[in-house]
């Protein structure tokens, strides 16, 4: 193939094909209009009310997959918080070692995407994690408040009023595939309990929260 085919065939695939196959449900629209509201309504209150940030701008982003495709893989509670927690974790670290340099910011978001990729966290909103920490100089208490805190509170109430609508079942999988027969195994959980599922999954995001409050203050 010659030079001149490649780049033929290389820019003609960006032409294009067919139409945007989104459709419009003002259902959904009214959906994600009430969950954006609550979600980020309770975090700029508590924001407001108190002298911690619970809130940041990837969360407005996170909104609109939890409500807006909400039975998307990357809506799930394991992308939102698994996501946002990588990430931050990334940009933290990268601040630390190297400071906020502009190739530091590239590559902590090029490394937020990778390891997100690995570890099937991905969650688009979560990309911009480490330049928000990056360019705010954040601690590792920003890991906990406002990321940790805060993607909890937009998981739970995706949870509630997305299954307010009879055609929605959210969330289509939580940790990783047969988690609920893993941990009936391990715990004797009722794995059909919705309740049971609900706690097991925010007290593990809180012990692994606890866990790294802890390890950063034996650090000092």
Not at 16 to 32: C, D, E, M, N, R
Not at 36 to 47: D, E, H, Q, V
Not at 169 to 193: D, E, H, M, S
Not at 211 to 216: G, H, N, V
Request: aromatic letters at 12%.
């Amino acid at each position: 193939m010659s030079v001149r085919e490649m780049l033929y065939t290389y820019f003609a695939k960006m032409r294009g094909i067919g139409s945007s196959p989104l459709q419009v449900v003002p259902k959904t629209a009214f959906i994600g209009l009430l969950g954006g509201f609550i979600s980020i309504g309770i975090l700029a209150y508590l924001t407001v009310q108190t002298t911690s940030v619970w809130l940041m701008a990837p969360f407005g982003a996170s909104c609109v997959l939890a409500f807006g495709v909400w039975d998307a893989p990357l809506s799930q509670p394991r992308n939102i918080v698994g996501g946002h927690l990588i990430s931050t974790a990334v940009g933290i670290a990268m601040y630390h070692l190297f400071g906020n340099e502009v190739w530091v910011v590239a590559l902590g978001v090029g490394l937020a995407i990778a390891l997100m990729h690995l570890t099937r966290t991905t969650h688009p909103p979560a990309g911009a994690d480490p330049i928000v920490v990056i360019l705010a100089g954040s601690t590792w208490s920003f890991l906990i408040m406002p990321v940790l805190v805060g993607s909890l509170v937009i998981v739970l109430t995706a949870l509630v009023v997305n299954n307010l609508d009879r055609e929605r079942q959210y969330p289509k999988f939580w940790l990783y595939a047969n988690f609920c027969k893993r941990i009936r195994r391990v715990a004797g959980q009722a794995c059909g309990n919705p309740a049971s599922r609900i706690a097991t999954f925010f007290v593990a995001h809180f012990q692994l929260g606890w866990y790294i409050i802890y390890t950063q203050q034996e650090s000092l």
